[in-house]
């Protein structure tokens, strides 16, 4: 395996590149929700309906992740980041000149093949180049950035379409795509696998398609009457998706090993993300619809109201530690999915006569609370993971998280749908809709407690807190 270039140049400034691939990634996937209402206004078509252009890139990402490491160490870790680079940025150029949304949605699964790849590789590339003992400062200087993203992202999609037009949230990432490729192929080692490791190809297309024709079905019911196409696409999904676990339980390299669902805490760390995150995962889509659709917000002042989500989950990520060591994962889960579903379902309350500073006061402490969820539950998943196991969890983990923004996105629609919300003639019905969808929403993560609540009593309490008691 080649190392890391020995220039100070090289180890000084790598993670800032890295950081920027994530930056960009994670700006992406928030900057469109606030643009939705007027992307579907230029091509005539229902707000309510465009999800399909989230989910697109979710997906597209989520079915990648798995063959990210396999595919880098093939062709390695420089050719592989400058090819995703400019396939993410050529998907924004198509993105910006998409004149439909059947064109756009396609464009957008060309982003999302770029995407997939550039927070994969980006972390394998810090985690074989740089000593242990650095290895947490160089991922804090990682990590930052992609936490700004969510919290830049509606903001400056609002600006954008306030100010200039919606094809210019596709538009920044090419000068910032191009500056990638030249640092790129400037300070990225050039990192590949000594000995070449069998994929699994049959699973790799099993669970991608699983979980493609899963999402598809959802997707398909949002707007439209054919309720039979669901079920079929849905339950081709869920067949699939079994064929692959009886046949991953047959294969000597699966992509995800049935192993390690015999860890409890991961099992119960990936049952409980699964149904937590279908409840809370579409919050960034669906509020910034429900602010313009329902409120009258603009798209400036919909991106502006949602700093204090994103803000408080930014800095509650400092408290989950504490907590942790304090009272524990399954009191602090418990408790605080409870939190989670009440406050998604109290925006059922929230009207056009709701004022704006308790509105503000409900997203950040929904913020605050998803983000010492999130927290909890993913150290929760690997926390008993072996090395050598610990690779092919931590990927499980990232397909499902992104899986389950995918799949809460179309869920969420489908309940607009159902509630009448893509039919509804008048103001009032597309805002009753979206009460019932948050109720529904709400109740879909509290029930997420009852899964944490089967966390072994003391898992996570620090040692001193346990003699005390």
């Given at each position: ?6 220039s ?28 939705i ?29 798995p ?35 059947t ?35 160089v ?13 830049l ?58 979980a ?32 692959y ?14 192993a ?52 408080s ?34 925006f ?18 929904l ?14 998943t ?13 990927s ?72 005390a008691?």
């Amino acid at each position: 395996m080649e190392k890391l270039p020995t220039s100070s140049k090289a180890l000084r400034y790598l993670p800032f590149l890295v950081a920027s691939a994530f930056f960009m990634q994670m700006l992406d996937a928030t900057i469109l929700n606030t643009a939705i209402p007027t992307i579907a206004r230029s091509f005539n078509s229902h707000p309510l309906q465009l999800h399909s252009l989230v989910t697109a890139y979710m997906l597209t990402v989520c079915v990648l992740i798995p063959a990210s490491g396999w595919i880098s160490d093939k062709l390695g870790s420089r050719r592989t980041f400058l090819l995703a680079i400019s396939v993410f940025s050529v998907g924004s150029l198509l993105c910006a000149l998409s004149a439909s949304v059947t064109m756009m949605t396609v464009c957008r699964v060309i982003q999302g093949i770029g995407g997939a790849f550039l927070m994969p590789v980006g972390r394998l590339v810090i985690l074989r180049s740089y000593p242990r003992s650095m290895f947490v400062n160089v991922l804090n200087i990682v990590t930052i950035p992609a936490l700004l993203g969510p919290l830049l992202g509606p903001v400056l999609g609002g600006i954008i379409v306030q100010y200039a037009s919606w094809h210019w949230i596709f538009l920044i990432n090419i000068p910032v795509g191009m500056a990638g490729l030249w640092a790129t192929w400037k300070l990225m080692p050039d990192l590949k696998a000594v000995r070449e490791q069998k994929f699994d190809w049959p699973g790799f297309f099993l669970f991608s398609s699983s979980a493609v024709l899963a999402t598809m079905g959802l997707s398909s019911a949002g707007g439209i009457t054919d309720k039979p196409r669901m079920v079929i696409l849905t339950s081709a999904g869920g067949i699939l998706q079994l064929l692959y676990w009886v046949l991953a339980f047959r294969s000597k390299a699966p992509i995800f090993s049935p192993a390690l669902f015999r860890i409890r805490n991961f099992a119960i760390g990936i049952a409980g993300n699964i149904v937590c995150r279908l409840g809370g995962s579409c919050l960034p889509y669906l509020m910034p619809l429900f602010f313009q659709v329902v409120l009258g917000y603009s798209a400036l002042q919909s991106g502006m109201s949602l700093i204090p989500l994103a803000l408080s989950n930014l800095l509650a990520k400092t408290v989950a530690p504490r907590l942790l060591g304090k009272f524990g994962y399954r009191n602090i889960m418990v408790v605080n999915t409870f939190t989670i579903g009440s406050l998604l379902a109290s925006f059922r309350f929230v009207g056009p006569g709701t004022h704006e500073l308790i509105l503000l006061g409900m997203l950040a402490l929904l913020g605050g609370a998803n983000s010492i969820q999130f927290t909890c539950m993913n150290t929760l998943t690997l926390i008993d993971l072996p090395n050598a196991d610990a690779s092919s969890g931590n990927s499980l983990l990232s397909t499902i998280m992104q899986l389950s923004i995918a799949v809460s996105i179309a869920a969420a629609s489908l309940l607009l749908d159902s509630f009448g919300g893509h039919s509804a003639t008048s103001g009032k019905a597309v805002e009753t809709a979206f009460h019932a969808t948050f109720a529904t929403i709400g109740a879909i993560a509290a029930a997420s407690s009852f899964i944490f609540a089967l966390v072994d009593k003391d898992k996570g309490i620090t040692r001193k807190r346990r003699k005390a008691a």
